[in-house]
């Protein structure tokens, strides 16, 4: 008979994302344990022995027909494929997976205690498993404190340096930390490579390898972190071009992005909803999909971006880009709406193979909401980011530009919308966003930098 159990991640090692990773994927390849779910993936400094490295730790959920000591088996047998070695009894590794449930049972042995002895006064145990099972408790009849493990929780002495939870993006540029009071918000640059975009009209489109390298050059030195690659236009109305075209416009970007040596610690995202584009763009060199539909207008996406193993920003919108202004009726209002679509897109995602560290959400501003939703999104985005269930996400905004913007500011030109722009990314920052997307880099470097100044330090 299957059982769920939960396996506690740990590294302190090496690259201690990659290793969580393929930890993951070994259990997998057994063909006895099933990775149903994973948690975040969560940064804090080491227990017990002190003088050694941050540890990177989370939870995952697997599904399992093996006995608990099969099941430790199996675990012991992939730290060792992956070269553990245990030096100092909770000192340094590559790589630590320890059972903490299995079912509602309880076991124990001199090489096994289900629940896990500790498991209460660890918070990067605790807090891991709270985004997967945050109701559940401990099995009837242990000996140890009851209650729920979000209880459990709320009830551990505050620590000095809090768990952050990690995003990877690229393997030369740091991860996103999205809940450390001191992170910086990362400025995602916008390089269409389209010849209709509402807000460039075409300003990269057929440009020459040089004139290219030189404009990624300049979103570069005037702050930009990811660069952002859109080979078809999302605005409303704007003609659906073929696969092939949308590859023809962004493998040239991605090849000049790669030729440039200043962008070795930038992280490349393709803008597109495409399962196709986005396999080639990664297998190109690009890192991040960015994906307008959060896998809706693509049933291949998820699961290709899974295989794939690459981080995926989930953006929120309805119907498509040339129906989506139908769409913006939220009985319960835009931000529950939005939560709880985006609630349903990451539950495909992980049900697609998609590890929750890899996912970025947006709420789409702009994409099935009018001018007062896009603005209550604004308002409300430390909500959304407390949400239950989507707590410990990283958050993208897009604000650069948009057509609300010029509405309220009265500026028709989509260039010049600056100083809109400006206060909106400064209200997103204020919010909690991990990410702004913006068009006019220099001037919303400069934003971020003073934005984070007086809100994250």
């Keep these: ?44 400094k080491a227990m017990y022995v002190l003088d050694q490295d941050k540890f990177v730790n989370g939870v995952c959920e697997v599904e399992t027909s093996l006995s608990p000591i099969e099941l430790l088996d199996e675990l012991q047998g992939i730290e060792n494929k992956m070269g553990r070695v245990k030096v ?3 000192g340094p590794r590559n790589i630590d997976l320890d059972i903490v449930l299995y ?38 009849h242990v000996d140890l404190p009851a209650g729920s493990f979000q209880y459990q929780l709320s009830h551990l002495p505050k620590s000095p340096d809090p768990l952050s939870p990690l995003t990877p993006l690229a393997p030369n540029v740091a991860h996103i930390a999205s809940q450390h009071a001191q992170r910086k918000t990362r400025v995602m640059s916008i390089l269409n490579v389209t010849p209709d975009s509402f807000s460039d009209g075409g300003k990269h489109f057929n440009m020459s390898s040089s004139q290219l390298g030189d404009a990624i050059r300049s979103h570069i030195a005037n702050g930009a972190t990811i660069l952002d690659l859109g080979g078809q236009s999302t605005r409303p109305g704007a003609p659906q071009v073929s696969s092939n075209e949308e590859l023809q416009r962004v493998l040239p970007a991605i090849e000049a992005i790669k030729n440039t040596p200043e962008a070795n610690h930038v992280a490349i995202s393709v803008d597109t909803y495409r399962a196709d584009v986005a396999e080639a763009a990664i297998k190109a060199g690009a890192h991040i999909v960015n994906d307008v539909s959060a896998g809706l207008l693509d049933d291949n996406m998820l699961s290709t971006v899974a295989r794939l193993g690459v981080t995926i920003c ?34 495909a995602a992980e049900e697609a193979g998609i590890r929750r560290w890899r996912i970025i959400l947006d709420p789409g501003i702009g994409f099935a909401k009018n001018q007062e939703q896009n603005l209550e999104l604004l308002r409300g985005l430390d909500k959304l980011r407390r949400w239950p269930g989507l707590e410990g996400f990283p958050w993208l905004i897009g604000a650069s ?57």
């Design 88 to 90: 100092v009894d909770k």
């Design 314 to 347: 989930l953006m929120h919108m309805r119907g498509t880009p040339e129906t989506m202004n139908r769409f913006t009726t939220y009985p319960d209002g835009v931000i529950t709406g939005v939560a709880v679509d985006l609630l349903e897109r990451v539950r």
């Design 103 to 140: 079912g509602n049972e309880t076991f124990m042995n001199d090489r096994l205690q289900i629940p896990h002895k500790l498991m209460l006064e660890r918070d990067f145990v605790l807090r891991p498993l709270c985004e997967l099972i945050p109701h559940h408790g401990l099995p009837p």
């Design 1 to 44: 008979m299957k059982q769920c159990a939960y396996v506690a991640l740990g590294s302190n090692l090496g690259d201690r994302v990659a290793m969580i990773e393929q930890a993951c994927n070994e259990m997998d390849q057994t063909g006895k344990i099933r990775v149903l779910r994973t948690s975040s993936l969560w940064e804090t």
């Design 401 to 457: 530009r948009k057509k609300f913007v010029g509405s309220i500011t009265g500026v028709k030109e989509a260039k010049e919308r600056i100083w809109g722009t400006a206060s909106a990314v400064t209200a997103a920052v204020q919010g909690g966003a991990d990410v702004v997307r913006v068009h006019d880099v220099k001037e919303m470097t400069q934003v971020v930098k003073m934005a984070d100044a007086i809100w994250r330090y």
